[in-house]
C-alpha cells in the first residue's frame, strides 16, 4: 500500500508570495493533518480535516488555511509569506472513526522563503 | 515550559547497547502515546502507539507509559548503525488527532 504523499518535495519563494502544497493519504484514510516542522518550534499542528470539513485547528494565524476533497486528498495554502514560514510541512492520514488511530506522516514539503 | 519536554542530545551509543529515551509532560489529558523515527529528509515513522499506561514490546522496541509520574521511555535493544536518527515522542487526549509532540532526541549508534 502507498504511502502519504506529499508534493512538491521542495519549493523556494518569495515574502509576499502564496504557496499551495498538496497531500494524497493513504488509500482507505479519509483523515489528513497537516503539521510544520521547524528546527525552533518542532513539530506543530496546523489543521485536521475529514469529509471536506475542518475538525481541529492549532495556533497559527488565518493566512495558513487547508481544504479536503470528496476523494480524501487534501491541499494547504499559505499566502502573504514571511521568512518565518520557511519549514518542513508534513502531511499525515489516519482511519478516521477508530478511537484514535495513529497517524502515518508523509515526507513533507520544505519551503524556504526567500 | 513545553508541554512535553524530551532532551535533545545528541545521544550517542556504541552498536549493540540498550538505548533508553524518555519524555516527560505535563497535560493529565493525554491518553495515547505515540514514538516516532525521523531519518534526515524524511517525515516521522511511527514506530510504537500505546494507550494508557503499562509497556508494549515490539522486536526490539519497549515502550513503557507511567501516567502517575507523566513519564514515557522507549527501549531500544541491541542498538544499530541504521537506528540512528532523531526520536520523536509524540501525546494526545482521548478522540483527539492532534498530536502534541516533544522536541526530539537525536540518537548516533557506532559501529
Known amino acids: 500500500k502507498a504511502g502519504v504523499t506529499q508534493t512538491p518535495r521542495y519549493l523556494i519563494k518569495t515574502r509576499g508570495q502564496q504557496v499551495t502544497l498538496s497531500c494524497s493519504p493513504i488509500?482507505?484514510?479519509?483523515?489528513v493533518s497537516w503539521y510544520q516542522q521547524t528546527p525552533g518550534q518542532g513539530l506543530q499542528f496546523l489543521f485536521e480535516?475529514?469529509?471536506?470539513?475542518?475538525?481541529n485547528k492549532g495556533n497559527f494565524p488565518g493566512r495558513f488555511s487547508g481544504r479536503q476533497f470528496s476523494n480524501s486528498r487534501s491541499e494547504m495554502n499559505v499566502s502573504t509569506l514571511e521568512l518565518g514560514d520557511s519549514a518542513l510541512y508534513l502531511c499525515?492520514?489516519?482511519?478516521?472513526?477508530?478511537?484514535?488511530?495513529?497517524?502515518?506522516f508523509g515526507n513533507g514539503t520544505r519551503l524556504t522563503v526567500t | 515550559q513545553k508541554e512535553v519536554e524530551q532532551d535533545p542530545g545528541p545521544l550517542s551509543v556504541p552498536e549493540g547497547a540498550i538505548v533508553s529515551l524518555n519524555c516527560t509532560y505535563s497535560?493529565?489529558?493525554?491518553?495515547?502515546f505515540m514514538w516516532y523515527r525521523q531519518y534526515s529528509r524524511k517525515g516521522p515513522e511511527l514506530l510504537m502507539y500505546t494507550y494508557s499506561s503499562g509497556n508494549k514490546e515490539d522486536g526490539r522496541f519497549t515502550a513503557q507509559v507511567d501516567k502517575s509520574s507523566k513519564y514515557i521511555s522507549l527501549f531500544i535493544r541491541d542498538s544499530q548503525p541504521s537506528d540512528s536518527a532523531t526520536y520523536l515522542c509524540a501525546m494526545s487526549a482521548s478522540r483527539g488527532n492532534m498530536l502534541t509532540f516533544g522536541g526530539g532526541t537525536r540518537l548516533m549508534v557506532k559501529p
Open positions: 497535560n493529565s489529558a493525554f491518553q495515547y
Open positions: 488509500s482507505g484514510h479519509r483523515s
Open positions: 499525515a492520514s489516519r482511519v478516521f472513526g477508530r478511537d484514535n488511530s495513529p497517524l502515518h
Open positions: 480535516y475529514f469529509s471536506e470539513t475542518q475538525r
